[in-house]
């Protein structure tokens, strides 16, 4: 977990108004101060009379960034892009192929590559979100989202289908920072002990006396062996005790030495889609050495090295398209031969090639491969100041996990069983002024039917999109973003419809 720098609530509000500094970029000023929670550092009381301060004070983190309407950017501007995109997002999908089921004929697969547009708002919540519990005190900056995602067809002999709405998606972000410290006081524990003033049972029992007991009684002997119980207060230096009958009560000040919680993670995203699944994401952002903030470019593997089942759409239970990570296909150069070839079992023994050919084989090659080469593709031709990167997944290495839970039907036929999600919110540098871009993957994995020999199939879903401010788009883009998510669903006259025929939808997302 993040922290930001405060030591009081006082000097909280100080650092909040003197922050900004206009000679640093919005990333700059937004990520000063922030550094790693441990058990080190100080631990910052909550009291009542200051929680008004606190919930207009609460930190939003990098999530403050995201503030404001997104909209698909298309980098068609780009020189070293040598080919026109349609829409600025692509994604990859796989679905059980039509007639197949788990018990019968495994392995059959419906592959879906196409392009998108996309309306991303997100709104902060305003105040703190509290979370109490007991000693500790969390209070959260909560930030609502809202997707909307329209598919990009070029099909010349039916228009209509130009622009096909395909997801839709709503949910929350949190930044699950600002712990507290809530020590008990006497007004709390007045108004909050519900037990009775005499205990009846303790009296019976260890010859207690005095009204409700808030610490615990031990129990002594004299030289003769014979036992009595005192309050722990009351034990002499050195004096031995035998047994040990916890409080009953709480003392003012109690909770104040901890439990000390600090989170795994900063951020959380909690979302709901309308096929049936809802999700919790975990993560936080991603530092460079010791930078929160990253200088220069996010970074994409080139060559040989972007051959990583971790972010294609075809994994290693799938075949692996015949390849290896240490035998990989590069996916800057033309596809292989044996792409276009007709394959037999003489030039594909075991099925591999085949079975993933026609994902090779798609026109959005090499981005029907690995997706995020098109954000690669994309900032090649920026210049790229600053960026902070965010990680997120439902199923973490180690620690606290999310979760996803599906209604019966996806859960039977098409598990969703893990999301990781990657983030780059980056400052590009055009003409002079700096702008705030945002580039995301998300790569879902499915679970359905099986392999030859039984063993589970691992079907990546994969989402990839670049967006900017609908007022930092060029004027030509804003106007089919404007038309398509604000205005209506006519079709613009002016779209390129020269590209090959792409299929209808997303057959997981399509409404």
Known sequence: MLKRQKESIEQESLFLRTSADSSQGFLENLMKGYSKLTIDDPLIPFREKNLNQIVDNVDYGILKALDGTWVSYNADYNKNIDRTMNGSGVHTTIMPSPGTNSGTIPGKFSFECEEYIEKLVFSLV????????????????????????????????????????????????????DVYNHAATKESIERDR????????????????????????????????????????????????????????????????????????????????????????????VPSQSNYLV???????????????????????????????????N???????????????????????????????????PYSVRPDLRLRDTLSGQEVKNYVFLQMSSKNKTG????????????????????????????????????????????????????????????PHIQVNTLRKLEDIPEDQRKIIEEQFFEGTKTPENISLNAPAATSGCPYHKG
């Open 295 to 329: 200088q220069g470019a996010p970074q994409f593997p080139e060559g040989d090295k972007a051959w990583n089942y971790d972010f294609l759409s075809v994994s290693p239970t799938m075949g692996g398209a015949g390849a290896s990570e240490t035998h990989p296909i």
């Open 126 to 177: 305003p105040g703190g979100v509290r979370n109490r519990g007991g000693a500790n005190e969390l209070f959260c900056g909560a930030v609502k989202y809202e997707q909307s995602i329209k598919s990009v067809n070029t099909q010349k002999d039916n228009p209509d289908l130009l622009y096909t709405p395909i997801h839709e998606e709503n949910g929350m972000y949190l930044w699950l920072s």
């Open 331 to 365: 996916l800057d150069e033309p596809a292989p031969a044996w792409v276009h070839e007709t394959l037999n079992d003489q030039n594909d023994p075991g099925e591999n090639k085949i079975y993933t050919q026609r994902i090779l084989a798609h026109d959005l090659y």
């Open 400 to 459: 606290a996990q999310g979760g996803i839970l599906n209604v019966p039907f996806v859960n039977r036929f098409v598990p969703t069983v893990e999301v990781n999600f990657r983030m780059w919110i980056e400052t590009v540098v055009e003409n002079g002024r700096e702008i705030l871009q945002l580039q995301y993957e998300q790569i879902i994995l499915f679970e359905f039917h099986f392999g030859d020999d039984g063993g589970t199939t691992s079907w």
């Open 194 to 285: 519900g037990i009775h003033a005499f205990d009846e049972e303790d009296y019976k029992n260890y010859g207690y006396k005095g009204e409700y007991r808030n610490e615990p009684l031990v129990q002594v002997k004299d030289e003769n062996g014979n036992p009595q119980y005192i309050l722990m207060s009351e034990l002499k230096e050195g004096q031995e005790y035998y047994e040990i009958i916890p409080a009953k009560e709480l003392k003012p000040g109690a909770g104040n030495r901890g439990p000390y919680f600090i989170p795994d993670y900063s951020i959380s995203r909690s979302g709901v889609i309308p096929h049936g699944s809802t999700i919790t994401l975990l993560g936080d952002i």
